[in-house]
DNA sequence: GTCTATACTTGGATAGAC
DNA sequence: GTCTATCCAAGTATAGAC
């Protein structure tokens, strides 16, 4: 299967998540990411043909490196409060090596380029499925599947995974204190804890 | 106070405002600012020395423009919920005005270019702090206030604010629906809601 | 498949005339 | 305070030798 090239294909991968990652978007231009990874520029274009679809590339290296950790631990998951406890160590994993500034740099990115939107959105629509499969499993058959809006929640939650990446980032690293990631997931645990708690369940039929 | 010059630095933050909400930090170039604002790219230069230094005079600009109204709306909250219902329509005055697009482009750029970031920060505290003071106003002399955390509380929502935003535009502009953001704030407000009324009151002294 | 060299465009920033 | 003209660095992308 492994095709001449596709060795070097992937070190230009490589170096456009290290690029992402380090100097951001405005930073991730074709010149920056072949000093980085030491090969020539040109190469990118004859791989690739575009900037964009090497970055692209890279964002589909991210969600199939992850994808496989993601499904694993969710899979462990059988309340909502422990999804979100399991969240929240994804969350820290993702941010400890950079994956989640890739893709708040894509994200953004795609805000303003039309061009990006839709291949993003196809990005991301499945990891929003991970979460909102784990929420309804984590539901179950107890009466409140039917009054928490799956989806939505999976959605908040994963904008809230990229809403805190680029606030935590505007810390200093001399004084981080990851308390507060941890602080704002373990909130969102409770307040769940609590929504099922006190939600009227649903008239038995 | 009125010295001249000053409708000309007006305009240009204006021109740079728009430069950032229709093609992002990717497009907010000097020469693309100044084109769309039709005067000249070098007074840029000259007014304000560098364009990082306008990018952040806009910023300032945007949040003057919306403190006031914040404080505003926000007075008239005093519980948690409502809150949450208000912070929902003031979202999308936001998301409507192309305020938040404006501020996670920012962000964004900051995540990576360290010199932005120290300046971003000092420019994002004063609102974390106003959602802060609502917060800890709304749940008054309840035996809730010692358990809320209302820091990570306002932190979250604000990061919140930033995460769906970028979420929102990956949508196809025909095809969206506003609904999601609505649902995403009413679900957090019967969240709260809920968590207020299971946690267990602090023992009376 | 990979390299060098280069075409062409756009970027930030400045000098100097007005 | 504003304009024109210009410098120079950096960007994407391609042609052609190896």
Redesign the pocket.
């Known amino acids: 299967m492994a ?7 992937a070190r230009i991968v490589a170096a456009a998540l290290e690029s992402l990652h380090e100097e951001g978007i405005l ?6 990411i072949a000093k980085r990874g030491d ?9 690739f ?4 679809d090497l970055l692209l590339a890279a964002v589909d290296e991210l969600s199939t490196q992850r994808a496989d950790r993601y499904e694993q631990r969710l899979e462990e998951v059988s309340t909502l409060p422990e999804l979100v406890r399991v969240a929240g160590e994804l969350h820290r994993e993702d941010m400890e090596q950079g994956h989640i500034t890739v893709l708040s740099q894509m994200l953004a990115a795609a805000a303003t380029d039309h061009t990006l939107r839709a291949p993003m959105r196809e990005r991301f629509d499945p990891w929003i499925e991970i979460v909102e499969r784990t929420i309804v499993r984590a539901l179950g058959d107890t009466p409140y599947a039917q009054v928490v809006p799956a989806h939505d929640l999976a959605f908040a939650i994963t904008s809230l995974f990229i809403g805190l990446e680029l606030f935590l980032n505007l810390e200093d690293e001399t004084e981080r204190d990851d308390s507060g990631v941890f602080t704002t997931f373990e909130l969102l645990g409770s307040m769940l804890q609590a929504m099922l708690t006190s939600l009227p369940p649903p008239a038995p039929a």
Chains 1, 2 share one sequence.
């Open positions: 095709r001449p090239g596709d060795q070097t294909k930073g991730a231009s074709a010149r920056a090969f020539n520029q040109g190469l990118i274009f004859y791989h043909g575009s900037l964009t």
